[in-house]
Structure formats: C-alpha cells, structure tokens
C-alpha cells in the first residue's frame, strides 16, 4: 500500500553513519531519496517527505544498545537488493509481504512516448518473478491510484483507476481486484484510493483518494461507509482488527482516528506552535501512520507555511501515542529535519519499534542508520563512476509476517546526463535483528 505524502521541495541530502541514542547529543545520519516531489500545496501526490529550517541536529553516535540474542538473526547494517529490474527506466512501486517467501510487488516500465506500464510480480519461495497483471488498460489512458495490499497466499487486494493519458479525467469505473489463492476476481467500487489495509478476506479498509468519499470497509460481501470528522485520510495502518490507525488533518490540523473493533474515534493531537509573526498560508497534516503494538504508534508528518517574503517552510513533524495520548517526538523530529530525505515510508519492526527508510527505531529508543545497498550497473552494463553517485528511493515498506525482515519497494537511479541516467526498479530487504 503506497503512502501519499505532500508536496514540497526538498533541500540537498544530509550524510549519514553511526548509531545514535535519545536523548540526542551530535552526530549526523544517512543520505536517501525518498520520492518527494515539491510545491505548496495540501493536495496528496506519490510519495515522500520533509524539509528543514535552519535547526542544526544533535545527535550522538553510539555503538549498538543491547546485545542481540542467539536465536536471532543478527541486525543488518544496509538495505539488501533482492530484486533488480533489467529494464533501466523502471521503478518497484508497492509490496505486500505475506510470509518469508511468498509475496507480491507492483513495478512500472516508463516508455519514451506512451502511458507507463504496470507489471505484476510474484514471489514464491527465494524468488521474485512476473505474474500476469489482473487489470487491463483502455485506449489511451494509464493507471492512476494503483495500490496493492495482502494478508495471507490466498487473499491479496488490487485497486487501481484509470485517466486519459497525459490528462486528469477520468476513464470508466474505478477496479479492485480479489486474489484466493486460484484466481483473481474483480469487485465493484465507485471510489479511488489513497491507502488500504487488507487484515482478512472479510476486513479490509480502505481511504479514497477523494476528500467528499467516506472511508470504506469490506465485510466479505458488500462496501460500507464509515464518515470519519476529518478532511483527509492519507494513510492507515492496523496492528489488527481491533487497532486500526488512520492519519491526515482535519482544519490544517493534523489528525489522528483509532477503530477498536467496533468503532471509530477522533483522538486529539498536539497543539502545533505557528512562528511569529504568524503566517497567512499555513497547515500541518499527517501522511504516514505505524501501529507498533497494541498500545503504541508513530505518525509522521509535516507543518508547513509561506512567509511574507513568499517562501515555503516545512519542518518534520512526528507523533508518538504511548497508549494514552499522542505526544510530540522532537528527537526524532530533529534526526529527519537534518536528514531531509528521510522519513517517506515506515513499518514496524517485529519488535516494539520500526524502521522509517534509512533508520531503524528500535524499542530502547536507539537510532541506527540503514546505509542504502550497494551501486546497480547502469545503462553501460557497469558500474561505472556515475553509477556510484545513484539514488535509492523507498516508495513502500513491509514487515514480513512471523519474521524480523523487512522488504521494500522502491527504484534506484542516476540523473545527470542523458547518456548516463537511468532507473531501476528494486525490491529489497532489511533484518532487524529481532
């Protein structure tokens, strides 16, 4: 399930090594791309986050909080590539992981002239491998809103809608799709999606792409709306069927609902400072949500103004409920408001703490740095000196079920020359270490 995130400029990447310890004291943490595209605007596009203001972080680099135990696999130290597209202009978009080897994962393939492409991927036992897409495209339209989520072999959830290629509008009805474990089969929607959680064949949530929808629910036989006070739902998550988070804002304020099985609550945030003098065009939402356990969450957001001057402002904004309340976390604020790439897609760890792109939170409060993996070949077929400048993006991350790993979606790049620049689609993986 791809999160949606706001959309503003990035400043240049931070760097990156160590670990570090809360209550922070200086150090700095890694450098990573997660997809954010920029401008001004409430609007929710793909993927990610953050800016900074002119705060400098401090952060002690430490070496490594507690010992890991024999049974457990040790704690990685960089993201592990376990799938690489052939193709050079491809990115790996949404994962869903639903056991040690078997899962499924969403690429594109982005032609010259033409809509983008989406491809279906497989994986049953050490290896990901082309399934047949269950969505057909009409005439000149492309996908839009494409999300992908699963629970168990035979129950995975595709939703996907069409629009003219190159355009805005519309193109026939919305689709989702029900994979059981034999075939897929198709069932009637009337709305986009921004964000799904598929908990079983009978429970799956999903929040629309539009702000005018109710959020939905799937009982097994027929949609049901579920009108929550807020203004958006850009992201969920669920611990379970009775711990189901949604995130987003309701009056440019952010915005935080719990579900615990039989219904919904509005949970108040905390009180976001405005600076002075205090800005005319300003708003604060939530975009990314992470249900550790029964009794604790990390949200993730933004706080974002234009000043007289007519420039845009955004800082980090991170939400931490203890099983009461939901409290500010400016040590982590901090880390990704240096860190200004970090921050676009989080999952638990298995553990009591999760992983957020190139961090890894774990229950003590320790902050280790996740280095990107190693440099692809580009389109020479070698890694050459430009390859080793490349990206690596995270558009998605999974906690693999009864395991300590975490797989994620995402794409590799290089821009700088036409000759050089390239993309490539990945799937990758991470231990936490248990």
């Known amino acids: 399930m791809v999160r949606e995130r706001s959309k503003w400029a990035l400043p240049e990447r931070g760097s990156l090594g160590g670990v570090v310890k809360f209550p922070p004291a200086p150090g700095p943490l890694p450098a990573w791309a997660p997809y954010t595209p920029g401008v001004f605007s409430k609007r929710k596009t793909t993927p990610r986050c953050a800016a ?12 490594c909080a507690g010992e890991d135990r024999e049974d457990d696999p040790p704690r990685s130290t960089r993201w592990q590539l376990d799938y690489v597209t052939a193709s050079r202009d491809s990115a790996v978009v949404d994962i869903a992981a639903v056991g040690k080897d078997d899962g499924w994962a969403l690429r594109t393939e982005m032609p010259d002239d033409g809509p983008t492409e989406y491809f279906l991927l497989r994986r049953q036992g050490a290896t990901w491998r082309p399934a047949e897409l269950p969505l057909r495209r009409a005439k000149d339209a492309e996908f839009a809103n494409v999300h992908l989520d699963a629970s168990a072999p035979d129950n995975a959830w595709l939703f996907a809608d069409q629009i003219e290629y190159g355009g805005y509008k519309g193109v026939g009805a919305p689709t989702a799709v029900h994979w059981d474990g034999r075939t897929w089969r198709t069932t009637s929607v009337d709305f986009s999606v921004s964000d799904i959680v598929v908990l079983a064949d009978d429970d799956v949530w999903a929040a629309p792409s539009d702000s005018a929808v109710p959020l939905r629910h799937w009982d097994g036989k027929r949609w049901t709306d579920h ?30 609902l719990h579900f615990d099985g039989k219904k919904w609550r509005s949970l108040p945030t905390p009180r976001i400072s405005s600076p002075e003098p205090r800005p005319e065009e300003e708003d604060a939402s939530l975009y990314d949500v992470v249900a550790v356990s029964r009794d604790e969450a990390w949200a993730f957001g933004s706080h974002r103004y234009r000043t007289d001057d007519m420039v845009d402002h955004e800082t980090p904004l991170t939400l931490h409920w203890d099983g009461e309340r939901w409290h500010r976390a400016p040590a982590l604020d901090s880390a990704l408001r240096k860190n200004t790439e970090l921050g676009g897609a989080g999952a638990r760890d298995g553990a009591g703490g999760f992983v957020l792109d190139g961090l890894h939170h774990t229950a003590d409060g320790t902050l280790h740095s996740i280095k990107p993996p190693r440099p692809v070949a580009g389109r020479s077929g070698k890694i050459t000196g430009s390859d080793r400048r490349q990206q690596y993006r995270l558009t998605e991350l999974e906690l693999v079920p009864g395991t300590h790993e975490i797989w994620a979606a995402g794409d590799v790049s290089v821009e700088q020359t036409d000759d050089a620049n390239f993309m490539r689609g990945v799937v990758a993986s991470y231990s936490t270490g248990g």
């Open 227 to 256: 009108h929550l006070p807020v203004d958006d739902v850009d992201a969920l998550d669920a611990y379970g069927p009775d711990d189901v988070w949604a995130v987003g804002s309701l009056d440019d304020r952010p915005a935080a």
């Open 52 to 63: 900074a203001l002119t705060a400098a972080l401090l952060l002690t680099v430490t070496g």
